[in-house]
């Protein structure tokens, strides 16, 4: 058998996996092979910061207690994959498997594990739901309290719950990355980092599920809660900020602004409901200052989606008083952060930020993978370009250079079995 590789890029931001031929291997796995068994494959693994991924053969253990191993079929790249090579992220560990947004298909499962079986379609969530702790419980926020590090949850989820790693490369145990770990063909994920889907689910797309669209879209539809007739301003247009325009648009908003240095974007974005686009590289002034003029004393909602203290101050300068709401989406690498007044806040204004765009993921994204097969969502706008796999740290230039594209090919050898 010979199996196909792909990787395929969106909107500045992403990369996607394909392995169609793979489609029925994880069945035929699970119904003669031991459960002992260690998988040889392929993986991109970051060995230090500032420095390009690195394709290598790894070793991926069998599942444990509650953990779920699966063969991805589809990972996007997201610019927090791009944040752990930053030599000035704090929390970053090597050698580390990045990559959190993603689809496949359970290849086997470990002890305990009673929602998913071998052949299942799955995604795997950065974001766990285990359902029984007092953030779960609660119908106002979707953390979770597996998570120990709220403060900087990028840097949490490196290791299975033993305390171990299901990866190994030349002898060393290497990192998971946001309990995820998607740029390799198999991963370990616990199951209460996984949500089911039908078994139709076209893996290529709600793949985008894992991060982008439910980050973007969900900002607006579930944490800001943007009312018809509102005005709304979004700064960046990656994936986040394209499923920002579109929750926008779909939650009836009467003006939608697009801010971004690439005016390239602005046809998709204008596509997909914005009604003003704005290149700050084009004003005389600062980008706050025009939005505010354009609505009368600005907009009703902002959602920032790049990250970096300038465009934060740029999105809550820009939202009214009175009942401005300022979202942020987007992570600071490298600077300080945003620095507010009090009186900033005392005149009315409210600045808040959101993680994977409030959504419950376990019992949220088989909904949103519904609607998308229903034609209700439309993840097939983010979808640009193709790239081939071995070629992934291209990928991560032309993220870097802001541009529009995406998807990767390779042919590496089939994973073997130990």
């Excluded at 058998?1 to 996607?16: E, P, R």
């Excluded at 993680?355 to 209700?376: C, H, I, M, Q, R």
Aim: charged letters at 20%.
């Amino acid at each position: 058998m010979v199996s196909t590789c792909s990787f395929t890029f969106f909107h500045d931001i992403f990369l996607s996996v394909f392995l169609p031929p793979f489609c029925s291997l994880p069945l035929a796995l699970s119904s003669f092979l031991p459960l002992s068994q260690i998988i040889k494959c392929k993986a991109a693994i970051a060995w230090e910061a500032n420095k390009p991924l690195s394709i290598e053969e790894v070793e991926v253990a069998p599942p444990k207690d509650h953990e779920v191993r699966i063969q991805i079929i589809a990972t996007a790249l997201c610019h927090s994959d791009a944040h752990i090579l930053h030599p000035q992220f704090e929390g970053g560990v090597f050698p580390v498997i990045l990559g959190h947004e993603a689809a496949g298909i359970v290849e086997s499962i470990g002890p305990g594990v009673t929602n998913f079986k071998p052949g299942d379609k799955v995604i795997p969530l950065y974001a766990p739901q285990c359902g029984k702790c007092k953030f779960c419980l609660s119908p106002r926020t979707n953390f979770c309290g597996k998570l120990k590090h709220f403060k900087n949850p990028m840097g949490d989820q490196k290791l299975m719950e033993d305390g171990t790693s299901r990866f190994t490369c030349k002898g060393k145990p290497i990192y998971h990355f946001m309990g995820t770990s998607t740029f390799s063909q198999y991963t370990v994920v616990s199951d209460v980092n996984l949500a089911k889907l039908e078994d139709d689910a076209n893996l290529e797309r709600v793949c985008l599920l894992g991060c982008a669209f439910s980050t973007g879209y969900g900002a607006v539809i579930n944490n800001a809660k943007v009312t018809p007739g509102s005005t709304c301003a979004i700064f960046g247009l990656g994936g986040v900020g394209l499923s920002a325009v579109m929750g926008c648009k779909a939650s009836g908003a009467s003006q939608i602004i697009v801010v971004d240095i690439n005016s390239e974007k602005f046809t998709k974005a204008k596509a997909l409901g914005a009604t003003d686009c704005l290149n700050p590289k084009d004003l005389d002034k600062p980008i706050q200052e025009v939005i505010v003029e354009m609505t009368n004393g600005g907009v009703d909602f902002a959602f920032e989606c790049v990250g970096g203290a300038k465009i934060m101050r740029a999105a809550l300068d820009s939202v009214t008083v009175g009942w401005g709401v300022c979202t942020i989406i987007g992570v600071n690498v490298g600077d300080n952060g945003l620095n507010v007044s009090a009186m900033e806040l005392l005149m009315g204004r409210t600045l808040t930020g959101t993680s994977f765009g409030g959504w419950k993921g376990v019992t949220s994204v088989p909904k949103l993978a519904a609607d998308y097969k229903n034609k209700k969502l439309d993840l097939d706008a983010l979808v640009t370009h193709t790239l081939p796999f071995d070629k992934v740290n291209e990928a991560f230039d032309l993220m870097y250079q802001g541009k529009r594209f995406k998807m990767l090919q390779t042919k590496p050898s089939n994973p073997t079995l130990d």
